[in-house]
């Protein structure tokens, strides 16, 4: 997050806590139980930062990044994004994206701790394919929607969003999921764009925005997650982030064999405990059916109005017996309802 955004929020009452990185963030604006009945009921207005944001543009962008994202890029129009993702050659999640196509190029919002690392590996498979990528993080603010009237409130703007669906207005505003729409707005722009939405919504943390995704079980891929889940394991078959039908790109084989060759044995839970203090990303889950040896991570976890919620992807044998997370005999997690079916 931009001091500027940090700053402007704490002076609207956004509680500065410091993440497990060391980043602050605004986590909440003092009463958690009042956004999260605002977002079950009505609206929120949340700081939706810890992402990041690379522009990949020039005549061969569309080219370059069919080959090496896990989407049908080229068919990708103007003003429409989509969930994608970028492998090593083992089929392994470097990061998971939203990609969409502007009149300027493609932007990829992914996680903030991986921007440097995702642009340094793109940077070195350009060659002499007329490709620019940028970082252009800095030069936005990250504000969310989220609620069950959401739509509804982009909407009464004169704005139609289905998902997927990037529209510029006041600022860039993008469907992310039903009900969650993230806002980009010019850094200099965040007053006012923060004014449009603010009458009308619940303000709220960067803790309210990761339990929407959470609920919504859509997952980031973070630094400590890199190059640990095959894309069926973060669900993102499931969520379109693969398209089986394109043709090569970075780790395709092997996610493809995943597919048709054999049963995918890893899968994406949603789960939620009492325990208060969250599960850091990496966290090693376990089953009696896997003794000592870990059957899973915690992915993403958030505050809940008691304890926390998060998606754990997990060796799917494991999901009928009872899971705990950090040790054999540590906090036990209930496995929750996802919002999508899945594929065996």
């Not at 992402?51 to 994202?69: E, V």
């Not at 498979?125 to 982009?154: F, P």
């Not at 394991?233 to 048709?260: M, P, S």
């Amino acid at each position: 997050m931009t001091k500027t955004q940090l700053s402007f929020l704490a002076e609207r009452g956004g509680r500065i806590v410091r993440a497990p990185n060391g980043a602050e963030i605004v986590a909440d604006f003092g009463n958690y139980a009042a956004e999260c009945d605002a977002f079950e009921h009505t609206v929120c207005l949340c700081d939706a930062t810890g992402c990041g944001l690379l522009r990949i543009s020039g005549n061969d962008a569309a080219t370059f990044l069919h080959g090496q994202l896990s989407t049908h890029v080229n068919a990708l129009p103007v003003g429409r994004g989509g969930y994608t993702t970028y492998n090593t050659a083992k089929g392994r999640m470097l990061a998971s994206l939203f990609l969409w196509r502007a009149e300027d190029g493609f932007y990829a919002l992914l996680s903030d701790d991986l921007v440097e690392t995702i642009k340094n590996r793109l940077s070195m498979y350009v060659l002499r394919a007329k490709v620019v990528i940028e970082d252009v993080s800095a030069q936005y603010a990250y504000l969310g929607l989220c609620g069950v009237t959401a739509n509804e409130t982009v909407c009464r703007m004169g704005i139609a969003l289905t998902d997927g669906d990037v529209v510029q207005k006041q600022a860039t505003m993008i469907m992310l999921s039903t009900n969650r729409v993230l806002i980009l707005a010019a850094l200099q722009r965040l007053r006012e764009t923060w004014a449009l939405f603010a009458p009308n919504a619940q303000p709220s943390g960067r803790n309210l925005w990761q339990r929407a995704a959470i609920l919504a079980a859509i997952p980031t891929i973070t630094a400590p997650t890199s190059e640990k889940l095959i894309p069926q394991a973060a669900n993102w078959d499931a969520l379109g982030g693969v398209d089986f039908n394109k043709g090569c790109y970075v780790g395709q084989e092997i996610i493809a064999r995943t597919r048709y060759l054999g049963h995918v044995k890893e899968r994406l839970y949603l789960a939620r405990c009492d325990y208060e203090e969250l599960f850091a990303a990496g966290t090693p889950v376990y089953s009696s059916v896997f003794g000592e040896q870990a059957c899973g991570i915690v992915v993403n976890a958030a505050p809940d109005r008691t304890g926390q919620v998060m998606l754990v992807a997990m060796r799917t044998v494991a999901k009928s017996d009872t899971v705990h997370a950090q040790s054999t005999d540590g906090e036990t997690l209930t496995l929750l309802t996802l919002p999508y079916g899945l594929d065996s």
